[in-house]
């Protein structure tokens, strides 16, 4: 004879502060454990969603970083002239020589605060590096004119820094560079760049070689090919990686830091919560000593006594989960930014819920509420019956 769920249901309703603390607790460290898991996803979203599948990025062997790494112009042409290059409508290859540094500048924080400066990432483009990056588009001013000291910039970067709006200037590299149009990347890495002419950035910064290439694909398979090609070749010492995969990586360290501080916090957390849980369980049991004699006298097992108390723990736990959840869902209204390890430049992001996400947190939920209550569930399950009858 197996005891219906709704007894389960109804021990609940009878315990209402008590189930609304235990399952409150739970419900913060589901809130931190989706928290994480949040972070994580944007994280990757904003780094992938930087990069086109048939794009390809170049950079020096082993650099860790478009910032550290260096092409000079004659490895450069070479990449250029390589047939797995496409090429554009007019007959101009697809390909873009870039110029990437960091400068610092200061981050908008209240009247009186000091402020606060962070390095932010400026890089040096012509007409096809927005070619390449169709998601990078002007949504106020215009774009800068080649050969002036004109620079466009992220609409994150304007509402986040200082004397970076419209209209603005910003003096870096020994020159005063003109803010003459906003740009949106669609909550990709580029949110959180200014760009600008790539030759006159590169001749304000001293600096004579690119820092990466950035190249459209004739075809998606042809990568291996090229990255034969330019890997191969002794003469260029660089390496290929889909843009994609380039961005992904860039993410690796942060991602990682992230995931082992959060999880971290939640297994802490998640300790205080299972004992809750299991104090909370232990309670109704000893509360209903004569409820499982009587059950087990009218012919109950002690399968369906273990059952429909571990249900009770689960339905608890599975109530702390989706408060959790629906709390960690409110995240997504905030964007944080960060120092990225691998660059050393701001990055902005923003929580992402996922299909994913929900799964883990409902599931590490149920996790605690099954260790919380499979030992009080065994108590009452190996009550004896005359014992249990005479406590009533």
Known sequence: MQIPLAYSLRNLRTRVMTTALTAGGMALVVFVFAAVLMLDEGLKRTLVDTGEPDNVVVTRRASGSEVQSA???????????LPQVAMGGAGERLISKESVVLITLNKRGREGELDKPSNV?????????FTLRPQVKI????????GVAEIVVARGVAERFENAGLGDSLRFGGREWA???????????????IWGDADQLMQAFRRPVFSSLIFRLTDPSQFDAAKEAIESDPRLMLEA?????????QSETLATF????????SVIFSIGAIIGAMITMYAAVASRTAEIGTLRAIGFRRRSI??????????????GGLVGLAAASCMQLISLSTTNFQSFAELAFTFELTPRV???SLLFALFMGFIGGVLPAARAARMNIVDALRAA
Do not use: N
């Not at 949504?139 to 080649?146: D, N, T, Y």
């Not at 949106?184 to 949110?191: I, K, L, V």
């Not at 992230?258 to 971290?264: A, E, Q, T, V």
């Not at 273990?306 to 109530?319: N, Q």
């Open 306 to 319: 273990l059952l429909a108390f571990l249900l009770e723990s689960l339905l608890l736990s599975l109530l």
């Open 121 to 129: 990432i400026i890089r040096g483009v012509d007409a096809m590096g």
């Open 139 to 146: 949504v106020a001013g215009r774009m800068f004119h080649p």
């Open 71 to 81: 092409v000079e112009r004659v490895p450069a042409a070479i990449v250029e002239s």
């Open 258 to 265: 992230i995931r082992i501080l959060g999880l971290s916090l």
């Open 241 to 249: 990686k889909r843009e994609r995969v380039f961005y992904t990586e």
């Open 179 to 193: 803010i003459v149009g906003l740009f949106d990347a669609g909550q990709s890495g580029f949110d959180s760049e």
């Open 358 to 360: 929900v799964v883990k």
